[in-house]
């Protein structure tokens, strides 16, 4: 047959091919998610806040290597540095959260999830690590970038290297812990109402609120008083957690003998964040 | 195989509102029209279908496979279009299928095909690449009807798919839904409040008012029940009523109308003769199909 004999049916087609199964489905909303978190493939205007937060956390690192490679002090080391960028990471779960479940929300788009073999749960697992990476990538690159100045300055040669990289390998998992606890609470705020206005609201306000407490036990003359005082604010219960299992990042939080009270608390915080989030959803799936 | 059937399906909310009692059909591939007011349990219905909602007694199979126990299996089969709005704005419609799509189970490469074939069937092609904020309330309801089809299920549950568009809208859409049902070999459920519009693109039909079945056959089954003539005179109704009668012809009166039940086929024949010989001034004669919605009519009204 010619070429030019072929008839095109434009009719329609049924689908053979593959159908995948819950991991490639788990995978492809965690890819819109974390897509979403940046704004890609959304418009210009959504682009800018994440981006301009990603451009200071950068920006900082790339100045603090820079220091650190003609200076030759250390201003900030990685622990602190991320510690140091909390009211940006803040500013970013604000904007970022609900961007990823109130917009689904306001927008009726759940009833089109959940109409398809898709449980609560993997919606939310997938949200939950899209977060989590998005706030990881958001300090572990500039980490990242201040490693590599270090690394190609350093003046011991290999050892040096492999020294930075020995303290770059525990911030990157202080980083993570960052990640988890901050994408739970936002998350959890962020599913309670479908204006976006409102999450972003809600999650500085949480972060906000608890911030004077710890301030007030801080300034307790008990040094229990102030030992236990980080588990009232979150950024503190993670600088916290930070003191007590990386000796070395020198958060400059006393915890005294309490270390495992805050990583009690970290646990169960994100734990009944998740829990939380999860009977939310319940509700929310059946409609 | 029969596509949905129900037994005694009742759905109570927090057991004072009932918004399904006792509901139990059997309804075969096609395009099936599901009726009723508003409130009269159509979405709760579907929504059980989905399995998104679990009965309070009773049972409901579609493709033989129960959705309270296996919804996956259903859902993987069913395209759902809901009746609220569900599209977000700052998307392409493009995108938006794809990533649905994507949900459904198709890897990346064919939901993006599928997503443009979907789009195109619903015609939407040109458009496709626009945001949906800047998109038409038909057009939203065609992305909504693409989103269903794209991983090209066996059965289609669209709710209120005409809601909001205008008439012409209305009936581009009704066209477009007895295409999938007939070309696409897709059955289709279109839920309605107005029978009138499902009337004429289904080859079944559920009635259901206040969470209770009133009819469920097919629409031929329902429609071809005797065929009756309306005759109507300018005066010497009675008159023409007892001529009509001494012809052993079933004659009710409606208004000036009289309505003649069409039992012999001679029977326009010896309508005008009697006309003629009254002598009275014929205004109409003419043939009306009992229609779906005399369904809905209720019997006191016909018995006057």
Request: glycine content about 10%.
């Amino acid at each position: 047959m010619s070429e030019a004999s072929v008839i095109h049916d434009i009719g329609y087609q049924r689908y053979d091919g593959p159908r995948l199964g819950r991991g490639a489905v788990l995978r492809a909303i965690y890819g819109h998610g974390l897509r979403a978190a940046f704004g890609l493939g959304r418009s210009a205007k959504s682009k800018i806040f994440p981006w301009l937060v990603f451009g200071i956390t950068i920006l900082v690192g790339v100045i603090l290597a820079a220091v650190r490679a003609y200076a030759g002090v250390v201003p900030l080391n990685y622990v602190q540095y991320a510690d140091a960028m909390s009211w940006l990471v803040i500013l970013f779960v604000a904007v970022v959260a609900p961007e990823l479940v109130s917009r689904d929300m306001r927008s009726g788009v759940l009833p089109l999830y959940f109409s398809r073999p898709l449980r609560a749960a993997d919606y939310l697992g997938a949200k939950w690590v899209a977060l989590v990476t998005a706030v990881w990538l958001l300090l572990g690159v500039p980490q990242f970038i201040m490693f590599l100045g270090a690394a190609f300055t350093t003046k011991t040669g290999m050892s040096g290297v492999w020294n930075e990289l020995g303290d770059l390998a525990p911030a990157w998992a202080y980083t993570l812990i960052w990640a988890v606890v901050f994408a739970s609470i936002s998350l959890l705020v962020a599913s309670m109402t479908g204006k976006r206005a409102f999450a972003a609201g809600g999650i500085v306000a949480v972060f906000l609120v608890t911030t004077p407490i710890f301030g007030v036990l801080m300034s307790l003359p008990s040094r229990t008083a102030q030992e236990l005082s980080g588990l009232a604010s979150p950024m503190m219960l993670i600088s916290g957690v930070g003191t007590w299992l990386f000796k070395a990042g020198n958060t400059g939080l006393p915890v005294g003998r309490f270390g495992p009270v805050y990583a009690i608390e970290v646990v169960t915080l994100v734990a009944a964040c998740l829990l939380l989030l999860l009977a939310r959803y319940r509700k929310v799936a059946s409609l | 195989m029969s596509l949905i059937a129900t037994e005694a399906l009742t759905k109570t909310y927090g057991g004072r509102v009932t918004a399904l009692s006792d509901l139990t059909v059997d309804v075969e591939p096609g395009v099936i029209g599901l009726v009723g007011a508003n409130g009269a349990g159509k979405s709760t219905f579907i929504k059980i279908l989905l399995g998104l909602l679990a009965p309070t007694s009773g049972t409901a199979r579609v493709f033989d496979i129960d959705p309270a126990n296996e919804p996956d299996k259903v859902r993987n089969r069913v395209g759902y279009m809901p009746e609220h709005d569900c599209l977000p704005p700052d998307v392409s419609a493009a995108e938006f299928v794809t990533h649905l799509g994507r949900i459904s189970g198709l890897p990346r490469s064919a939901a993006r095909e599928r997503a443009s074939e979907a789009l195109r069937h619903v015609g939407l092609y040109e458009e496709r690449y626009r945001q949906i904020g800047g998109y038409s309330t038909g057009m939203k309801q065609r992305v909504k009807l693409a989103q269903a089809l794209v991983h090209d299920p066996d059965l289609l549950l669209l709710d209120e798919p005409t809601n909001g568009l205008d008439p012409a809208g209305r009936d581009a859409m009704l066209a477009l839904i007895h295409r999938i049902g007939t070309e696409f070999g897709i059955s289709v459920v279109v839920c309605s409040h107005l029978l009138g519009e499902v009337e004429r693109i289904c080859d079944s039909l559920i009635a259901i008012e206040g969470g209770r079945l009133l009819r469920a056959d097919r629409i031929s089954a329902m429609t071809e029940v005797s065929d009756v003539l309306a005759v109507e005179v300018a005066e010497g109704v009675d008159e023409l009523a007892g001529a009509l009668g001494r012809l052993d012809m079933k004659v009710t009166r409606d208004g000036r109308l009289l309505l003649v039940e069409l039992t012999a086929d001679d029977a326009y024949d010896r309508i005008l003769r009697a006309v003629a010989d009254l002598d009275l001034p014929l205004h109409r004669l003419d043939l009306r199909r009992h229609r779906v919605a005399e369904l809905f009519t209720p019997r006191e009204m016909a018995d006057v």
